[in-house]
Nanobody, 115 residues
Framework: QVQLVESGGGLVQAGGSLRLSCAAS????????MGWYRQAPGKQRELVAA???????NYAVSMKGRFTISRDNAKNTVYLQMNSLKPEDTAVYYC?????????WGQGTQVTVSS
């Protein structure tokens, strides 16, 4: 079962940027589509962005143009560059497979955007 470790979150002012990283264990990372998800307090987890094994990306409407997902298969790592952050982007961010069955969910990384 894949192990996922997210990092790079923090506190940032509105309009700022953060780059999240997700390190994955296991040899099948390079063939799996990966996704970044987020969960805000009192809300369901939602898919933010996804990337196929070949690098094709897809984004939730509200993130398009602000967020960029990328991956480095040699490092078993997927990234999420977040620009023009808004207070409503405040959430715990997770990575996992882009579709089920999912791997074990990690602890996530907290992103807090102040106004």
């Amino acid at each position: 079962q894949v192990q996922l470790v997210e990092s790079g979150g923090g506190l940032v002012q509105a309009g700022g940027s953060l780059r999240l990283s997700c390190a994955a264990s296991g040899s099948i990372f390079s063939i799996k589509a990966m996704g970044w998800y987020r969960q805000a307090p009192g809300k369901q987890r939602e898919l933010v962005a996804a990337i196929t094994s070949g690098g094709i990306t897809n984004y939730a409407v509200s993130m398009k143009g602000r967020f960029t997902i990328s991956r480095d298969n040699a490092k078993n790592t997927v990234y999420l560059q977040m620009n023009s952050l808004k207070p409503e982007d405040t959430a715990v961010y997770y990575c996992n497979y882009a579709r089920g069955p999912y791997g074990n969910w990690g602890q996530g990384t907290q992103v807090t955007v102040s106004s």
